[in-house]
């Protein structure tokens, strides 16, 4: 046997760990920014000229960060300029879109992918 590897009846059963991974308080994936290594962030075009959100909430779902929420477009900080070019989208100020919690987007560009008109544009964080 190699120095220094234990054999399997020497080694600690499951019983003896030390307790290491269990999550004790919920909650607590908040205090972790998975933001901070983001090398580009999602924006959405909720008005387009053919292509606008239609509140599917696809996005929402597959994010694997949960990180998406769903706010009144008003809350978004969305050019309201632009959405009075486009009355025919039919959403307003008072629609609910999606919207990331950029602290915790990691940039994976997975909501893009799932959107189904593609109203989601991955954009190159500035450095
Ligand atoms: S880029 Fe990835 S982590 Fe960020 S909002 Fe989209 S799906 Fe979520
Ligand atoms: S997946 Fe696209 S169309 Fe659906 S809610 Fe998200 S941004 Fe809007």
Redesign the pocket.
């Known amino acids: 046997m190699t120095a220094g590897v234990k054999r399997q009846s020497e080694q600690p059963r499951w019983h003896e760990l030390a307790l290491g991974t269990a999550v004790i308080h919920s909650g607590s994936a908040r205090a972790l920014k998975t933001g901070d290594w983001r090398s580009s962030h999602p924006e ?1 075009r909720y008005v387009a000229e053919k292509t606008g ?8 779902i597959y994010c694997p960060e949960g990180c998406i929420v769903i706010r009144r477009l008003s809350e978004t900080g969305y050019d309201q300029a632009t959405l009075a070019l486009r009355p025919a989208s039919g959403i307003t100020a008072e629609s609910l ?2 919207d990331a919690d950029l602290n915790y987007c990691k940039g994976c560009g997975i ?1 893009a992918r ?4 593609r ?2 544009e991955m954009v190159p964080e500035e450095i």
């Open positions: 959405w959100c239609i509140q599917c909430a696809l996005c929402s879109v999606p909501c799932e959107c189904p008109t109203c989601i």
